[in-house]
C-alpha cells in the first residue's frame, strides 16, 4: 500500500534516504555560506583555518554597503504599502464584480509573475530611458510593484474569496455603511491575506536582482545590485558576511510568518 | 381597517430574461410570524433579499409603516437578519458580534452593555460574552446570530433559511426558541424555509412559493385543508393523485368520475373545469379508510402491495385496479389492518369533503 | 451618474445600480497596461523596426551558429535540470505526503527556508562551492575518487546543479499536492486487487500523478528557460544562456532590434509552454472531482 508509511516495507528507507539526502542537499549550501562568513580565510577555505568576525566589520564599514541596503528597504517597504494596497483594491473587483472578461483580466494582472524577468527589465529600462526613470527611487518602485502586484492579488484574492460576503452583508444590516462593514469586519477577516501579500511584496522587491541591474546607476543601486556586482569581480568572504545576514532575515521573516499564521488560526 | 405594518406590493425581479419573482403582493400585520414556503429557486429567498436591499426589484414597492424602504440603502433600514450560513464576525467576541449594531449607532457603552447581557439572556447564552464564534456550535452561533439581529430592536426581522445546516434534533430546540423569542419580543417576522414542518411550527401565516410567485396564503390549516392549487397540495402533508374526469362542475365543486366509472359528488373543485375534461383527485393517507372487500364495494378498489411500519403509525401502500398508487396511513394497532397481507385485495373510501380535484 | 439613473426609471424609486466591480480594478490596469504591457510590447516591436522595417534580426538571430549554440544550451540546461528535478523531486513529494507529521514539518522548513533565501546568497554559496579549490573538489580528491579538481563551475555543469538547487522546491511542493490529494484507497484496492508494489507504483500512482508531475515539470522547464542570475554566475561568459543573451544585446551592445526578437523568442516559447501546463493543470483539476 503505497500511500501508507508503516506498510511500505523496505521501500519506507529507500523514500526516507532520498528525503533527508535531498533536505541535506537544499539546507547545507545555505549553512556552508553561514559558517564561512566567520571564516578567517581571505580564499574561502573550508573548513577554516580560523575564526574572525572581519568580515561583517568590513561589511558595517563599507558606507556602500550599508547604503545599499537602506535603499533596498526604503524599495521593499514602499513597494509593499502599494502593492497591499492596490492589491486589495483590485481583488475586490476581480473577486466581487461580475463583469465580462473578468478571468481574462486576473490572468494579466498575474502574468508578471510568470514572464521571463529580463523581458520586463528589458523593456521597462528602454521606456524608462525615455521618460527618465532609470536610477530613481520611483523607476524602482515602479519596476517592483509591477512584480509584487500579482503576489498580492493572488493572496488577497484567495482571502476574500474564502470570505463569505453574508458577513458583510450581516454588517451592513445591522447598520454599518458598506465602507464601514468593509474595514470593521471584511478586512480584520483576509487579514492573514493582507499579511502573505505584504510578506511576499517585501520579498519580491528587496530580493529582487534582474530588473534592478537595468534600474540602478552608480549612485543608486539595491543591496542584491551590489551583491551582484561584487560576485562578478570576486567570491570576497564579505559577501558571505552579506548573505549570511539576508539568510539570517529570511528566518525572522518565515518564523514572523509561521507565528502571526498560528496566532490567527487560534 | 388600520394600514397593514408592511406591504409588498406587485414586486417583480428579473436577470435579464429570467424571472425570479413576479407579482408579489403581500401585507403583513404587525407582529405576525409569516414563512415564505417554497423549493429552492422559487423566489422566496430573493423576495427576502429585496426586503433587505441587497437586491433592487425590477418593478414594484415594499411599505414599511407606510414608508417606501427602496429608497434607502441597506443599512439604513433598520431591519435584522439572521442568515442561511454563520455570518458572525470571526474575529470578534460573541459580546462584541452583539455590541457592534450597537456601536455602530453609537450608542453610549452602558446601554451597550446593559444591551448586550439583555440579548443573551434572551437566547439562553449568558456567560458566553467572552466566547469566539469558532468556538461554538453552528446553534449556538445561529443563537447568537439572533442576538445580534435583535439588539437594535428592528421593526422587522428576516429569518434565510436559519436552521438549514443543522441537524434535525437540534432544529426542532431552536425553532422552539424562535416561538419563545418571538413571543416575548413581538418583532414581526419573515421567515424563509423550504421544511413544511419547519413552516408549520413557527408560522402565523405562511405564503407557498412556486417558481417565482405566491400559489396561496393562509394559516397552516388553511393551506392543508384547503389546498388552491396541486402544488400546494403535494408540498404541505402528504397527498396522493388519482386521475378522474369532470363529469360537471359548479359553485366550486364537480361531480367527476374514476377509472372504473363510479361517480363521486360534491368534491372541492380548484382551476378551470370542462366537462369531460382529465382532472386529478387529490387524497390525504391519514383521512382515507381502508377495508377488506366483503360483498358490496363501496369505495375504489385496491390491491395491498406493501405494509410499512412507521412507529406510531402503519403505512399501507395500495395499487388501485386502473393502476395507481394510493398510500393509506392508520394509527398502530388499528383493526383494518388485523391479519393484512400484502396481496389482499381492499376498498378505500373517504369523505368528499377531504378529497380535492385539481385541472 | 446615480441622477441618470434616477431620471431614467423616475416611476419606480429604485436605487442606482450595484456597481459591477470592474472599476475597482481599473487602477490596477492602468498601472499594469502602462509599465508591462506598453513596454513589453514596445520592446517587441522594436525587433521588427530596428534599424530597419523588417525581419533582419530574426535571420541574423536564428542564421547564426553562436546564437544557436546559446538557444541550444539553453533548453538542454533547461531540459536537463527538468529531468533531474522530477526524478529526485517525485519520491521525496511522496515520502513527504505519507511520512509522520514531525519529520514532515522539518523537511518542509527546509524546503521553505531554500526557497526563500535570497537567490544570490544561494547562487553564491554554489560558486564557491565548486570552484576548483572548493570544497566539493576537495571531497572528490580526498576520497580518492578523482586526481585533478574537476572543472565544475563556469561551464554547463556548473549551471546546471545550481539550477536543479533552486528549482527542487518549486517542484517538490506541487508534487506534495497532488500526492497529498489522493485517496489511500485507491492504493488499497489495487493491493487487494492483487497488485504487487511495482504494480501498484506503475500502473496506478504514477498515472494518478502524471497531470500533476507534467504541470510541475513544465513550470520548471518554462521558468529555467528565462532564468537569468545563476546561469550568468556559475556559466561564465563562455556558455551563456537565451535571458543573458537579451541582456547583453540591449546592455553591452545597445543593439535594441536583436534584443528585442531574441526577447520575443523567449516570450513566444515561455506562453507556448504555459498554455499546455494550464491545460495539464485543468485536467488535474478535473480529476480531482
Redesign the interface.
Known sequence: ?????QR??W?KY???A???L??A???L??L??AA?SFGSSQ????PPPGWTLKWYADFFADPRWLQSAWTSFQIAAIVTVLSVL??L??S???V????LFRET?RA??L??M??????????????FLQIGLNGTMLGFV??H??LA?PFS?LSIGKALEGF?K??E??????????L??KI??TL??I?HGLFSAAIFSF?TSW?E??VA??MSSPTLQTL?VK??AT??QD?TPV??A???L??LL??I??ALFALVRKGLKS | MTEPFLQIQGIRKAYGPVVAVENVDLQVRRGEFLTFLGPSGSGKSTTLYIL?G?EDPTAGNILLDGRSLLSI?????????V?????????LSVGENIA??LK??RLPKAEVDAKVKEMLRLVRLEGFEDRRPAQMSGGQQQRV?LA??LA?DPPLLLMDEPLSALDKKLREEIQYEIRRIHQQTEVTILYVTHDQEEALRLSDRIAVFSKGIIDQIGTGPELYSNPQTRFVAEFIGDSDFLPCKVLSASDGHATISLGDGRALDRIPLHGFASAGGKAALMLRPERLRLARISGENAGIAATVSDITFLGNNIHVSTTTDDGALVSVRLPFGHEAIAGLNRGDRVQLTFDAGSAHVFC | MSSQIRASTASAPVRPARP??????????A??ML?????????LL?SITEPAFGLQNYVALLGSSTYLKIFVNTFLVSAVVTVISLT?GF??A???????GRLAS??F??????M??????????????L?R???IN?MLIGMGLIDQPLPLVNNLVGVTIGMT?IM??FI?LPLYGV?RK?D?AI??AA?LCGAT?WQ??VR??LPLALPGMAAGALMVF?MS?????TPA?LGGTANMML??L??QF??SLVN?GM?GAA?LL??VV?LAL?AVQLRFAGDQRLGDR
Not at chain 1, 96 to 99: I, T
Not at chain 1, 118 to 125: D, E, I, N, P, T
Not at chain 1, 170 to 178: H, R
Request: proline share 7%; with cysteine; hydrophobic share 65%.
Open positions: 500500500m503505497l500511500l501508507d508509511f511500505l516495507g521501500w529507500a523514500l526516507l532520498i528525503s533527508l535531498t533536505a542537499f537544499l539546507l549550501p545555505i556552508f555560506i564561512l580564499w574561502l577555505i573550508f492596490l492589491g483594491v483590485t475586490f473587483g476581480l466581487r464584480g461580475k463583469f483580466l494579466l494582472f502574468t508578471p510568470i514572464l521571463p524577468v529580463v523581458v520586463l527589465a528589458v523593456g521597462l529600462y528602454a521606456f515602479i519596476a510593484l509591477v502586484l492579488i463569505d453574508s458577513i452583508d450581516a454588517a451592513v444590516l445591522c447598520g454599518a455603511s458598506p464601514e462593514a470593521r469586519v480584520p477577516a487579514s520579498l530580493d536582482v534582474v541591474i537595468f542584491p551583491v551582484w560576485l562578478r567570491l559577501v558571505a552579506a548573505s549570511t539576508l539568510i529570511t528566518v521573516l518565515m | 433587505a441587497f440603502p441597506s443599512h439604513k433600514r433598520n431591519i435584522g437578519m442568515f442561511q450560513r454563520y455570518t458572525l464576525f470571526p474575529h457592534f449594531p455602530v449607532r446570530a445580534r439581529a437594535y | 459591477s466591480g470592474l472599476r475597482w480594478t481599473l487602477p490596477a490596469l498601472f499594469v509599465f508591462f504591457v506598453v513596454p513589453v510590447a514596445a520592446l522594436r529526485i519520491p521525496v511522496w515520502a513527504l505526503a505519507i511520512m509522520p522539518v523537511i522548513a527546509i524546503l521553505l527556508l531554500s526563500w533565501t535570497n537567490l544570490l546568497a544561494r547562487t553564491y554559496a554554489w560558486m564557491v562551492l570552484q579549490t572548493g570544497l576537495k538547487y527542487l522546491p517538490i500526492i489522493i489511500p492504493l488499497q493491493a508494489r501498484s507504483l496506478v500512482l518554462v528557460l528565462g532564468y537569468f542570475v554566475l535571458a543573458e537579451i541582456a540591449v546592455q535594441w534584443g526577447a523567449l516570450l515561455t504555459y
